[in-house]
């Protein structure tokens, strides 16, 4: 597993046109290994590939190693313990979030590359390549609020490494059952779309959070970061939220499957929309919409 490990890193790393696909697959060994041996043994061969991974790859490589491996051994002993649906996506969220932030941490710490400020600079970099090359076309307009939205980017460290690890948590969480069944190993399948609920606790959170947002906190303040990433990962909870009704609601009118998706194209395409959407989770997890909706159908 380790080789396959430093392979797939390896080739990842070194070549473009495939790391692209490899990156969803490179804690998948870990996964696996974990899934059918002790926890020890996952963390020695975890280990074993950590350290290849730095004498091979250097920081880098090391860095990108440690968010994959750390995700991969706790993501394999959760399945090990024979927790599924929810659990496996929970923790599998929590630890790609606590990898992210580890490698977020050794990057700045011992790298001494700040992820925030190397994004910033490079879409500002993209900013001035496109002014240099349309020039008099360019649209000061679009130009401007690019500029704006680069300034901006480096207060919204919180919610890109949210964003990002929740995809990751996703992604692999899908991938690996598939992988898992095919391999004959016994895994709890992810409840459907439409049973996905929040706890209504995030409602009052949101509540809270929205109810500070109207107060003018200095920009690049404790407060200002908190509430500003705080207001947007929670506006996708209830964003989450609100499609899993939309799913429910068809689900139990026992309509065409096919609507629900066509909403959610249709709202990611025209994203004001996507407001509705917000509106509708957050009635949803406040006042119990579904089991109005039940009740409903009942009668």
């Known amino acids: ?21 490899l990156i969803w697959f490179l804690a998948f060994p870990f996964i696996i290994f974990g899934r059918r041996y002790h926890l020890r043994a996952n ?3 975890g280990a074993t590939a950590l350290l290849l991974s730095f004498i091979l790859t250097g920081l880098i490589g090391f860095i990108v190693a440690l968010f994959f491996v750390a995700s991969g051994v706790a993501i394999g002993e959760i399945y090990k313990r024979h927790q599924g649906g929810f659990p496996v996506l929970i923790g599998a969220g929590l630890t790609f979030t606590t ?37 008099s076309l360019a649209n000061e307009a679009v130009s401007e609020q690019m500029m704006q939205v680069a300034e901006f980017i480096v207060y919204l460290g919180p919610v890109i490494l949210v964003t990002t690890a929740v995809a990751f948590a996703v992604i692999t969480v899908g991938f690996s059952q598939l992988i898992l069944r095919r391999l004959g190993l016994e895994v709890t399948k ?32 404790t407060m200002f970061l908190v509430v500003t990433n705080l207001f947007l990962i929670l506006g996708f909870v209830m964003m989450v939220q609100g499609f899993s009704l939309i799913f429910y609601y068809f689900h139990v009118v026992h309509r065409t499957k096919v609507w629900p998706f066509i909403i959610l194209i249709v709202c990611i395409l025209f994203s004001p929309l996507l407001e509705l959407v ?5 009635v949803d997890l406040g006042f119990e919409i579904r089991a109005w909706i039940d009740n409903k159908k009942k009668k």
Request: charged content about 10%.
């Open 1 to 21: 597993m380790v080789a396959l490990f430093i392979a797939v890193l390896l080739m990842t790393l070194f070549i473009p046109l495939l790391s692209v696909f």
């Open 43 to 45: 963390g020695v061969a």
């Open 99 to 135: 990898a992210l932030v580890l490698s977020f941490v050794a990057s700045t710490l011992i790298a001494g590359v700040d992820p925030m400020t190397t994004i910033k600079e490079s879409m500002l970099n993209q900013i001035d390549f496109i002014e240099s090359t349309l020039g």
């Open 190 to 221: 992810i409840p459907p779309f439409r049973e996905w609920k929040f706890p209504r606790a995030f409602f009052w959170y949101y509540f809270i959070v929205l109810i500070l947002s109207f107060f003018s906190f200095e920009e690049g303040t």
């Open 278 to 282: 917000r509106i509708l989770g957050i």
